[in-house]
């Protein structure tokens, strides 16, 4: 159990529709990433936020954006949903120990574009 | 471009015997390196890190080996256990602070059969 939870746990959409995904930080943790992963794939970074900023980005389009609200909780949006946003979706929340930074994943949702 | 990459996409293993992953990357900057563990409907879970200072850590059944020259890692678990079926994702950042995203390989499906 890390502490990160996620909701919905699945979702159908369909194709131009937007979606909104919700993330609960584990207690003490300022930093939030977003994940998706595809079938069969390893997870590919979305994005970071730290301290309700965007802290880093990865190769997906602006369409993907998100949230951090003051209470660590996070958002991920998608607009104009298409078929290959059909994906797992993680979060993960992390804290500094010792140096390292480790971070936590939720259980994901896994979103479905028909 | 996958610059983290796990060649087996499965793996079966006796029980009680050593089962060893792989993973190889192709980024020079990468200066920290994680395994993570995913079971079915859960989100991945940390099991072992290491820097690039070092090139052995060790965490009870779980041994991470890292050869910079070779640009190449394992994963070495021993005695393998029947819980430790799951999928096995390598991960690689260019800091231990995650000022960066981590880049996670495609996995390896690890079956230890009694």
């Known amino acids: 159990e890390t502490g990160v939870t996620q909701s919905p746990t699945h979702l159908i959409k369909t194709r131009g529709q937007q979606v909104t995904l919700r993330c609960s930080s584990q207690?003490?943790?300022?930093?939030v990433s977003w994940y998706q992963q595809a079938l069969g794939q390893g997870p590919q970074f979305i994005f970071q936020y730290y301290r309700e900023e965007e802290n880093g980005r990865g190769n997906f389009p602006p369409r993907f954006s998100g949230l951090q609200f003051p209470n660590y909780s996070s958002e991920l949006n998608v607009n104009a949903l298409e078929l290959d946003d059909s994906a797992l979706y993680l979060c993960?929340?992390?804290?500094?120990?010792?140096?390292?930074?480790?971070?936590?994943f939720g259980a994901g949702t896994r979103l479905s574009v028909l | 471009d996958q610059q983290v990459k796990q060649n087996s996409p499965s793996l079966s293993v006796q029980e009680g015997r050593i089962s060893i992953l792989n993973c190889d990357y192709t980024?020079?900057?990468?200066?920290?390196f994680l395994w993570y563990k995913k079971y079915p409907a859960e989100g991945p879970t940390f099991l072992i890190s290491?820097?690039?200072?070092?090139d052995k850590n060790e965490d009870g059944r779980f041994t991470v080996f890292l050869n910079k020259s070779a640009k190449h890692l394992s994963l070495h678990i021993v005695p393998s256990q029947p819980g430790d079926s799951a999928v096995y994702f390598c991960a690689a950042s260019a800091t231990p602070y995650n000022t960066d995203k981590l880049i996670f390989g495609t996995g390896t499906r690890l079956q230890v059969f009694p």
């Open positions: 290491i820097s690039s200072i070092k």
């Open positions: 993960a929340s992390s804290s500094t120990q010792g140096g390292k930074n480790i971070q936590y």
């Open positions: 207690s003490g943790h300022n930093t």
């Open positions: 980024n020079s900057m990468f200066d920290y």
